[in-house]
């Protein structure tokens, strides 16, 4: 599927990083996490970011949300307020905070100081996500994965960002609650014209979700095209073993 638009929401050129280790006997390697690595991501598109565990995936992440303060190449916004779904929805959320005061905190940061105001918002946005107004006084310890990583989403959207990265937003929940999540998501991007990095190390769930992918391995670009021309005719032998593995 092409982009909506032809307008840019991320512009990504060139961006590398790397570290510096001692060995045992003093020796030092220089570690590189990425290396040149270009995109650009649209406005209404969803963009998966597939590879193993220490491909760069989420340093990528990190220098994108201004995370990683030190690195080569651009990083080039074009929204404001960029937001993050994480992982695992649990540590994301304030354990000792209400769903109330954890979607509340955001529209405090935003100057909107009013209690009915904020009141009224946050009942809207758990009504977009499929809850209602009990879950105001629970905490994330009286929610299950997938009503964790829903309340994840509405903190998201709570902002009214353009753009959100999404770090393996589903990984930590069963295949059931993978597949509601992934509606809800795709349901949000329609809604609200959202644009998504969706990272992910399972080509089944970014196919479910995204319209282009880019395979990374050891840090590298080795493939980038329209999912479907990624799942039905993959160039590079990396991302033939992701496809095969994933069916």
């Known amino acids: 599927m092409a982009p909506e638009s032809n307008n840019k929401i991320l512009e990504v050129r060139n961006v590398s990083t790397s570290y510096t280790r001692k060995s045992p006997m003093g020796q030092v390697k220089i570690q590189h996490v990425l290396h040149d690595v270009s995109f650009d991501l649209y406005e209404g598109e969803a963009l998966g970011l597939v590879g193993e565990s220490g491909s760069g995936k989420t340093t990528l992440a990190r220098a994108i949300l201004g995370f990683l303060p030190k690195y080569d190449g651009k990083i080039t916004h074009y929204s404001e307020r960029p937001q993050v779904i994480f992982q695992d929805p649990y540590t994301a959320l304030n354990p000792a905070r209400t769903v109330e005061w954890i979607l509340g905190e955001p529209l405090r940061a935003l100057g909107k100081n009013e209690p009915a105001e904020r009141r009224a918002r946050i009942a809207e946005m758990l009504e977009k996500v499929g809850l209602d107004e009990s879950y105001l006084t629970r905490r994330p310890s009286q929610l299950s994965g997938g009503q964790r990583q829903r309340i994840s989403i509405a903190a998201a959207l709570i902002m009214e960002p353009r753009f959100i990265v999404a770090d393996e937003p589903v990984s930590a929940l069963d295949v059931t609650i993978q597949a509601q999540i992934l509606e809800l998501m795709a349901r ?60």
């Open 188 to 247: 949000m991007k329609e809604e609200y014209g959202l644009s998504y990095l969706f990272i992910s190390h399972d080509m089944n769930v970014v196919y479910q979700l995204c319209d282009r992918v880019i395979v990374m391995r050891k840090g590298v670009v080795v493939e980038e095209g329209p999912i479907d021309q990624i799942f039905d005719a993959p160039v590079h032998p990396y991302t033939r073993e992701l496809v095969e593995a994933s069916r």
